[in-house]
């Protein structure tokens, strides 16, 4: 009985799941959304991006505050950054706390960096962050589209095709 009590008293602290309940903290999974910019914009291609935190930048992320809707990715000397994305200082950090809009040096192989910054500066796209989120390893990545801006037809097309593929779903459910 005793050996029983034991094993299953390790087996709930050594799983895998590593969501601390009760306490509002995210270990994997989406952190913020910028559903504005596939409206806005045509995604031709999208890239995954380490970004490089601080700490209390990194406990504010656990807690699932985080603001990207205003912000964009941009070159400064063959370096990526993530200008005007908003995190929220974290409360229980006192006077070691971080700037909410600071930009951040994003991650990625430099090939991959001259091909993005060069697409920009060529053929006017811009690169959009998608979402931001932690990785199964518990690691914050940026999801960016390399895009290019809508015009208002075409966001008038997309609104119509969207219609039309849910009118299209649920004539085909009814019916099925």
């Known amino acids: 009985m005793r050996v029983a009590l034991r094993a299953a008293y390790i087996s709930a602290i050594m799983s895998k799941d590593k969501t601390a309940r009760g306490s509002g903290m995210i270990a994997t999974g989406r952190v913020a959304e910028n559903r504005r910019a ?3 914009y045509a995604i031709a291609e999208t890239f995954e991006a380490g970004i490089v935190l601080h700490g ?5 992320l656990r807690q699932g505050r985080a603001n990207i809707s205003d912000s964009y990715a941009g070159g400064k000397q063959d370096e990526l950054f ?3 994305c908003h995190i929220p200082e974290y409360g229980n950090a006192r006077h070691f706390n971080h700037e909410t809009r600071r930009p ?6 430099k090939r991959e960096v001259r091909r993005l ?15 931001l989120y932690f990785n199964s ?5 940026v ?3 390399l895009a290019k801006g809508k015009k208002t037809v075409d966001k008038r097309e997309t609104l119509k095709q969207r219609d039309w593929n849910r009118q299209k779903a649920r004539i085909l459910r009814d019916k099925g």
Do not use: D, Y
């Open 143 to 145: 999801q960016i589209g």
């Open 56 to 60: 209390t930048e990194v406990k504010s």
């Open 38 to 40: 596939r409206h806005e």
């Open 117 to 131: 910054l060069g697409a920009v500066s060529r053929e006017g796209m811009t690169l959009v962050p998608l979402s």
């Open 82 to 84: 993530l200008f005007n």
């Open 137 to 141: 390893r518990g690691i914050a990545k």
């Open 104 to 109: 951040r040096k994003l991650l990625m192989h």
